[in-house]
């Protein structure tokens, strides 16, 4: 049975990818949409990992109830090799997500 895990060599490059996506977000002064870098175990394939407001309705103080829901967006045929290519498209992740808000 195949491991679920992700081997140490892939750990380093997750990790320093998610650290020179971090200094792109800085770079271009991107404070919104928050979003992280993960990855798949079994397809090593990049996701986006976010949160979208939900509307819940009113309260009974006619306050509104607004709950986030966890989402998860795979870049397509992108993998852990193709650091420099998720890099250069952060702006176009952004704006994806924003759009989809």
């Known amino acids: 049975m195949r491991s679920r895990k992700l081997s140490k060599p892939e750990q380093t ?3 320093q990818l998610r650290k020179s996506v971090d200094k792109e977000k800085k770079r271009l002064k991107l404070t919104e949409p928050k ?4 990855c798949d175990t079994t397809t090593k394939k990049i996701r986006l990992q976010y949160s979208i407001p939900i509307d819940m309705g009113i309260d009974k103080n006619n306050n509104r109830i607004v709950r986030k829901k966890q989402k ?4 397509k045929d992108v993998t852990l090799n193709d650091a420099d290519y998720v890099v250069q498209n952060v702006k176009r992740y952004a704006d994806d997500i924003l759009k989809e808000m």
């Open 72 to 75: 998860q967006k795979y870049l």
């Open 35 to 38: 979003f992280t870098i993960g």
């Open 13 to 15: 490059k997750l990790n």
